[in-house]
């Protein structure tokens, strides 16, 4: 049973427009969502992050919005840049233990 | 430029070998995860120590997964013996103590291949 759900694989949006990653998750107990991004032959680095006492939380041109009654979140890049083609990953905790349970990502791909 | 490290980057081996994975976490972390990132899913949490004690190993498979932390400078995860369906990228991760769940760190990874 997947509790954080990425439903699109991939996303190919035009350079200089805005990106729309979106993720799901299924247990009420998360309060604490992170994205992390990751390039080809490299570990994920975090990216922004969002309590779930909060409905958003904003850095540079990464805005993560959070909507706890739909157990939505989704990540904004605008404007979108060559360098932003990547893995996304979106990632919660329910704070009981360290644990971060992962969504399977989706691959963004900037077009020039 | 702290970051962690993992050896080796690559390793191919035969059904049957024994695997072992290494990773230097940050310096100053204490908290330490293995993930294995397959094709067809994300992140899947293998095993995390906390002062080098293991919390939760409870996503390998037991027969033929182990990891330790010798000491505060090293992990390993070691695989014996390996099967096809351990090919994967294994990613090690560090975490300061601190925060009740901060960003992790992450190494390169290891791209396993068992043929």
């Known amino acids: 049973d997947q509790q954080v759900k990425q439903n699109s694989p991939s996303l190919s949006v035009q350079e200089g427009r805005i990106s729309i990653l979106n993720c799901d998750y299924t247990n009420s107990m998360f309060d604490y969502f992170l994205w992390y991004k990751k390039y080809p032959a490299e570990g994920p680095t975090f990216l922004i992050s969002?309590?779930?006492i909060k409905d958003k939380n904003e850095d540079g041109r990464f805005t993560v919005f959070l909507n706890k009654s739909a157990k939505h979140l989704s990540l904004h890049i605008v404007p979108s840049q060559p360098g932003d083609s990547a893995v996304y990953f979106c990632a919660a905790s329910d704070g009981s233990n360290y644990q971060l349970i992962w969504g399977a990502g989706t691959k963004l791909i900037i077009k020039p | 430029d702290a970051r962690v490290t993992q050896t080796p980057r690559h390793k191919v081996t035969e059904m049957g070998q024994e695997v072992t994975m290494r990773c230097q976490p940050i310096?100053?972390?204490?908290?330490v995860f293995w993930y294995r990132q397959t094709m067809m899913q994300g992140l899947e949490l293998l095993a995390y120590?906390?002062?080098?004690?293991?919390?939760?190993d409870s996503g390998m498979p037991k027969d033929r997964f182990s990891a330790e932390m010798p000491d505060a400078t090293l992990a390993t995860l070691k695989i014996q013996p390996s099967e096809p369906r351990d090919s994967a990228v294994y990613f090690c991760?560090?975490?300061?103590?601190?925060?009740?769940?901060?960003?992790?760190?992450f190494g390169q990874g290891t791209r396993l291949t068992v043929v």
């Open positions: 310096l100053g972390h204490n908290t």
């Open positions: 120590f906390r002062n080098r004690a293991p919390l939760d």
């Open positions: 969002i309590s779930s």
């Open positions: 991760a560090s975490e300061g103590q601190g925060a009740r769940v901060s960003e992790a760190f």
